[in-house]
């Protein structure tokens, strides 16, 4: 009997012993794992805000959409300018003298792709839109205009909600530890993301 006893309580803390390791390790493996997600979605709303950029530099605006931006990224060129201040010298009747006048000229260079610009010939550019470790949810983008005293400014907000990007984990610890990841905002004119 005192045979059997003994058994039954190394059964018992072996249980407990990895009962207690699991509760430790939960959230080490949560934390590595979260950081490795983070990292790839970090690196695909740094895409979206390249894009935005370029987007707006063509269209003096951003795009509300991935179904506006991506065609343009994929297919748009930008202008290749030259820009070059002269001074050339002109005779001024009312003063009857030669004057100096600044002179600007931009001259155009050539055009190059957008996409192969920035990011380079072999980005798949229909990725841009998808969050990295999900089965093909989409990022949240929006666009708009805020005011900021007399000026208008165009805004921009690209966001991962946490619960897709860390769908699997542990819920409790995805609701508690960690956040949503975004780039831009639709509320002040920045542009940089919230990991910064």
Do not use: C
Not at 86 to 95: H, R
Not at 109 to 114: D, K, N, P, V, Y
Not at 151 to 159: D, G, R
């Amino acid at each position: 009997m005192e045979k059997r006893i003994r058994i039954g309580l190394w059964i018992l803390v072996i249980g407990l012993s990895y009962a207690l390791y699991s509760v430790i390790m939960n959230p080490i493996r949560f934390n590595k794992e979260k950081n490795r997600r983070s990292a790839d979605v970090i690196e695909r709303l740094k895409d979206v805000r390249k894009a935005q950029l370029a987007f707006k530099e063509v269209n003096r605006y951003y795009a509300s959409n991935f179904d506006e931006l991506i065609p343009l990224i994929d297919t748009g060129l930008f202008t290749i300018v030259q820009r070059r201040d002269e001074e050339l010298k002109f005779y001024n009747k009312l003063y009857r003298e030669y004057q100096l006048k600044d002179t600007t000229y931009i001259d155009t260079l050539g055009f190059a792709s957008i996409k192969d610009s920035i990011f380079g010939e072999n980005y798949n550019i229909q990725n841009l839109r998808l969050i990295p470790h999900t089965q093909g949810t989409e990022l949240e983008l929006r666009a708009g205009k805020i005011k900021s005293g007399s000026l208008s400014i165009q805004v921009f907000e690209a966001k991962a909600p946490k619960e897709e990007y860390l769908k699997g984990l542990d819920e409790d610890l995805v609701k508690n530890a960690s956040k949503d990841l975004t780039v831009g905002s639709m509320t002040s004119a920045k542009i940089n993301g919230n990991w910064e």
